[in-house]
């Protein structure tokens, strides 16, 4: 069942790379230099990493019927922090330690208007969205702060053979599916998010759950955007992470994992990750402006909702039952 | 918050949240001219509409969208949209009425694709405008990536139109159509079998249907309704800022969410008045009066304060909710 939800996506990659090398046959070639790779496809892993980083906590969020709209405000927030102090005199290792415990505190304020208060997640993480990328302009006072420090740079623009970028990220990504699926963690994740009465009547802490997928999300959206100043060698509380939490969103959702929460796939958000970033590289390739993007991925997102829709799984269950009997277990799985 | 215990005393409690922002509206207001000579004129309140005309449009549309328990992403996209249409059609010589009627079609058959969508395909609203918030972004870029100009003479007069009040305050044209949209929601939503069946859905769908209310009809026609009032809120705001661009009205959705919410109507549907919206987008105009008047204060604090206030507002409906079950 999990290999055919991860057909469409793996598909529209595919096709979205068979495109590039059309349009551009030296696409997919890569070349070692100085011990680093290079070539597009590392620059799409490259700057697609925030992204999958982002919407690996996003992933867990959902899977608890929740969502984080405060991401991109938080990644911001966290390159005003380091990059202020920094080019206040500061080293990067505090800076960096100094961004990431604001960052938890935030997930920490976000999971409990959730969890404690109940309020709705849209809404909650609304309020953090709003003020944030005030406070993160604040911060910088309205300006664009640029630091000069060799191991701050490391982290968006590093190498280790593979951008250090992309590195982060899929550790990241490996630890959670680890830690939630070699654990019950995973299912007790998607308890809460089919039902979180029935969850705690069976004994799970739906509350500290739900509170720690958000103080996870983050803490992910704070590496991002640490990633992402550090990548260009300054905050602009301004732009940086503007929209991610859409792309993030955009990610799990193409992955399969639905926005109704109770289930999730990790692999899904790995490949929903990269079928954005290609989209938007495709679009630079083909040499329609970078803003028209926004049509694409509107169309992706109304493709992928309609295909997932409670109405098509009605309808092709219908049809499948007319054409074969299948056997009950699969029905279930499709709708 | 003794006014808030006062007038829970008399009024019914379904009113509660409105004359909570009203009263927020006055102590911000108060706190203005108290602070700041020049504050209390009569000029700055009608500053306050014709500032925000838009902002109020807007509201009214959400207001619809939100007392059915949904949410409409897509209304600063449809109204950045409106203004590169309405500029791009003037410029290309079309009749001001025309281009106007275009306008407020193509934003209503947004809004119907995406309600019919949501409803009949049993997508979370949420996402479903969020995609077309992509689109209506898009779209723009496609009509033009720079800011377009609106030099068409007639709509131009129309924008500098004033008209003199007693005691020399001036009005824009932008205010008295923003002020008409309220009287009409008002109408609709308090007079019309459309407006109580809104009212139904949100309170509990599954209720209404049993009760045969065209339930299916509100659900789509909430979505038709904000998709034409951010459609007219943008000719309002081209009509304020005299170009088209891709770029206005970024995040506006999030003020005018917060103004709805605010303005006391509940998130979870079936509870809430337009008029609450109205003193809401004043609260949040308030607020930005109040900073510009400061000087010092970075414009940033309004977001904060949004913020704030947005957060106190829930709160608030929660413990409200939590109060009646």
């Not at chain 1, 960052?103 to 920490?108: A, E, R, V």
């Not at chain 2, 303005?263 to 607020?287: H, R």
Request: glycine share 12%.
């Amino acid at each position: 069942m999990t290999r055919g939800r991860l057909l469409w996506p793996l598909i529209a990659l595919v096709a979205l790379i068979v495109l590039n090398v059309a349009v551009e046959p030296s696409f997919v070639e890569l070349r070692l230099q100085d011990g680093h790779l290079f070539g597009s496809m590392i620059d799409i892993l490259r700057n697609g990493a925030p992204t999958l980083l982002i919407a690996v906590g996003m992933t867990l969020v959902i899977a608890t019927r929740g969502i984080d709209l405060s991401v991109g405000a938080v990644a911001a927030i966290a390159g005003a922090i380091a990059c202020t102090y920094i080019s206040g005199g500061g080293d990067a290792v505090t800076a960096v330690l100094l961004a990431l415990s604001v960052c938890i505190l935030l997930g920490l304020w976000n999971g409990f208007l959730v969890s404690v208060l109940g309020i709705q997640p849209i809404i909650a993480t609304l309020v953090l969205m709003t003020a944030g990328r005030g406070g993160a302009m604040l911060l910088t006072e309205g300006q664009i702060v640029t630091v000069k420090d060799p191991l701050y740079r490391q982290i968006g623009s590093g190498f280790l053979l593979l951008p250090i970028a992309i590195l982060i990220s899929l550790a990241v990504l490996a630890a959670v599916a680890l830690i939630t699926r070699r654990t019950a963690l995973g299912m007790l994740i998607e308890a809460v998010g089919i039902n979180p009465k029935a969850g705690e009547l069976a004994g799970v802490r739906s509350r500290t759950i739900v509170w720690t997928v958000y103080v996870f999300a983050g803490l992910c959206a704070g590496v991002a955007g640490l990633m992402i100043s550090s990548n260009v060698n300054a905050a602009d509380a301004n732009s940086a992470g503007l929209w991610i939490e859409m792309d993030a969103i955009l990610a799990v959702v193409i992955g399969g994992t639905s926005l109704a929460g109770g289930r999730y796939s990790l692999a899904g958000t790995m490949l929903g990750a990269l079928v954005i970033q290609t989209l938007t590289t495709t679009v630079y390739t083909i040499g329609v402006p970078t803003d028209v993007t926004l049509v694409f991925k509107a169309v992706v997102v109304i493709v992928v909702c309609l295909l997932q829709s409670p109405r098509t799984a009605r309808m092709l269950r219908a049809r499948r039952k007319t054409a074969v009997s299948t056997p009950r277990s699969q029905e279930v799985a499709a709708g | 918050m003794s006014t808030l215990a006062l007038s829970s005393a008399r009024l019914p409690q379904r009113f509660l949240p409105v004359v909570a922002t009203f009263a927020v509206f006055v102590v911000t207001f108060g706190a203005g001219s108290v602070r700041y000579e020049n504050f209390a004129s009569g000029q700055v309140v009608a500053n306050l509409f014709v500032d925000n005309s838009f902002l109020i449009v807007l509201a009214v549309g959400m207001t619809f969208v939100i007392l059915t328990g949904g949410i409409d992403l897509s209304v600063g996209a449809v109204a950045a949209l409106s203004t590169m249409i309405a500029a791009a059609t003037l410029n290309a010589g079309w009749p001001p009425l025309l281009s106007i009627i275009t306008v407020l079609g193509s934003g209503a058959t947004l809004g119907l694709l995406m309600g019919l969508v949501i409803h009949h395909f049993e997508v979370q609203p949420f996402i479903v405008t969020l995609a077309g918030m992509f689109l209506a972004r898009g779209l723009c870029f496609l009509i033009s990536v720079e800011s377009v100009s609106i030099t068409e003479p007639s709509f131009r007069e129309f924008a500098a139109g004033a008209i003199t009040l007693p005691g020399d305050i001036t009005l824009t044209y932008s205010v008295v159509i923003a002020l008409a949209v309220v009287l009409a929601a008002l109408y609709v939503l308090h007079l019309t079998r459309f407006g109580r069946t809104v009212y139904a859905v949100g309170g509990s769908e599954s209720s209404a249907r049993l009760m045969g209310l065209a339930t299916s009809r509100a659900k789509v026609g909430v979505y038709v309704v904000s998709g034409f009032c951010s459609a007219l809120g943008g000719l309002l705001f081209s009509l304020y800022m005299l170009s088209g661009y891709g770029l206005h009205a970024v995040g506006m959705e999030l003020d005018v969410i917060a103004a709805v919410v605010i303005g006391g109507t509940l998130l979870a549907g079936g509870t809430g008045y337009v008029v609450g919206s109205v003193v809401g987008v004043l609260v949040l105009g308030t607020v930005q009066s109040l900073i510009s008047f400061e000087g010092t204060l970075s414009s940033w604090w309004t977001k904060i304060v949004i913020g704030v206030l947005l957060l106190a507002f829930i709160i608030l409906q929660r413990l409200i909710v939590r109060r009646q079950t």
